[in-house]
Nanobody, 125 residues
Framework: QVHLVESGGGLVQAGGSLRLSCAASGRTPSRYNMGWFRQAPGKEREFVAASRWIGGSTYYQDSVKGRFTISRDNAKNTVYLQMNSLIPEDTAVYYC??????????????????WGQGTQVTVSS
């Protein structure tokens, strides 16, 4: 069992930055593949970024490439999402997720076993 708690959300103007954190606890959280997803009102939850624990490969949704960076500090069992050059379309609840392994595609919600409660990010124009 892995417990995830996100923090760092808030209100920011377009062009600004935020850093989200996801603190993990429980059974060897550093050995999990980690992902960030987001869900805007009236829309489905969508993939944002992911990090593989073996090798450290990272993956991004096309719309955030070059603006967002996922990183992890395994010693602190924490995953981060640095978000720069934010735009109003980034407004959503952001969720951290953990997968013991990816059976198929890292960008699919169903690949993840554990989820945090979410943190709201609002970007004003």
């Amino acid at each position: 069992q892995v417990h995830l708690v996100e923090s760092g959300g808030g209100l920011v103007q377009a062009g600004g930055s935020l850093r989200l954190s996801c603190a993990a606890s429980g059974r060897t959280p550093s050995r999990y593949n980690m992902g960030w997803f987001r869900q805007a009102p009236g829309k489905e939850r969508e993939f944002v970024a992911a990090s593989r624990w073996i090798g450290g490969s990272t993956y991004y949704q096309d719309s955030v490439k070059g603006r967002f960076t996922i990183s992890r500090d395994n010693a602190k069992n924490t995953v981060y999402l640095q978000m720069n050059s934010l735009i109003p379309e980034d407004t959503a609840v952001y969720y951290c997720a953990a997968a013991s392994f990816w059976r198929g595609s890292y960008y699919q919600v169903g690949e993840y076993d554990y989820w945090g409660q979410g943190t709201q990010v609002t970007v004003s124009s």
